[in-house]
């Protein structure tokens, strides 16, 4: 990837996207295709077959993706598994077709089994069944490593895959019912603090454990290896440590200054046990995470208050 590379961010509105657009300009790369859904649906194979001939980018981050938490993906398991196929299909077939020297794909680590081994390993994927709750999404993400891998194999295209962890950061969701936890958790004891509220009630038992990776770093990783990863094999990205949602209760509880308890509503799914990523294979490569969690909690609360009346919706 040179500096000069008409570069094509798909979804740079987005939690991920908006930060590999901060991260590219950061490093120079200035040449950049940027096209929200009002100009580009992405859903559309008729838009961006227009897009790509007349735009031409030589390197393509697939950002773009519909997500959202247990509750979202629970409720709206058509939506999740067809767009997000329609995404995918479109920009990974017109990329190629189009002559871009190089497309990665962010995938997600809800693609491995519900009980796969811990650290879980890139070869860890299709060895069990998928956590019920989020299998359409998991699916759908599946499917999009397959097709550059099959692309690959098929033509050559230099298309490769990145997995990460949870992420958080500047620009989520903190929507309480199609959020993932930790903006949720984030809003959730900030309101409970504002309303002097004697306690907070957490969805599940609080002893499933998460990795959490701040978006910063995802998308310093994400241009690392779209710079110099060629290789087939996907790549897991994140820190290598967890934390119980318990824990992080305590530790948002602690950012957001809310003096009450915590409550934990047990009729609510937990989903997977735990899900932490062996990331030695990114390690190898040269790249490390480097905003500890407890930082990029109050950064991200520093967000949240600083920009209240724009927050978006999933």
């Known amino acids: 990837m040179e500096k000069q590379d008409r570069i094509f961010v798909a979804g740079h509105r987005g939690l991920v996207g908006s930060a590999v657009v901060r991260r590219l300009q950061a490093l120079g790369y200035n040449n950049l295709l940027l096209a929200g859904r009002d100009v580009l649906d992405l859903r559309d194979a008729a838009s961006v077959e227009a897009f790509f001939t007349k735009e031409k980018p030589q390197v393509v981050i697939l950002a773009a ?3 959202g938490g247990i509750h979202a993906n629970d409720t709206y398991p058509a939506q999740f598994l067809f767009e997000n196929l329609q995404i995918q299909n479109n920009v990974i077939d ?8 190089k497309l990665t794909f962010l995938g997600s680590s809800c693609i491995y ?3 796969a081994e811990q650290p879980i390993r890139e070869d860890s994927l299709l060895t069990g069944a998928l956590e019920p709750t989020n299998e359409w999404y998991a699916i759908a993400k599946i499917a999009g490593i397959k ?3 099959a692309y690959r194999k098929q033509y050559g295209f230099n298309a490769i895959s990145l997995m990460p962890t949870n992420l958080y950061g500047p620009g989520d969701n903190f929507d309480l019912a199609n959020s993932h936890v930790l903006p949720a958790l984030i809003r959730k004891f900030h309101e409970a603090k504002l309303r002097g509220d004697a306690e907070v009630v957490m ?3 609080g002893t499933p454990r998460r990795e959490f990776l701040h978006v910063d770093d995802m998308a310093a990783a994400t241009v690392f290896l779209t710079e110099t990863y060629n290789d087939p094999g996907i790549v897991n990205v994140g820190v290598g440590e967890d934390v119980s949602i318990r ?4 530790l948002v509880k602690e950012v957001t200054g809310f003096q009450g308890g915590i409550v934990n509503d047990t009729s609510k799914p ?4 735990r899900k932490l990523l062996d990331v030695s294979r990114l390690h190898a490569l040269g790249w490390r995470a480097q905003i500890s969690l407890r930082d990029g909690v109050q950064q991200t609360y520093q967000w949240f208050l600083e920009n209240q009346t724009q927050l978006r919706a999933a």
């Open 65 to 67: 993706a519909k997500v």
């Open 94 to 101: 017109a990329a190629y077709r189009h002559g871009a020297k």
């Open 113 to 115: 089994p519900k009980f």
């Open 147 to 149: 097709l550059c891998q």
């Open 203 to 205: 969805w599940g038992t």
């Open 247 to 250: 824990e992080l209760a305590e």
């Open 270 to 273: 937990d989903g997977t046990p």
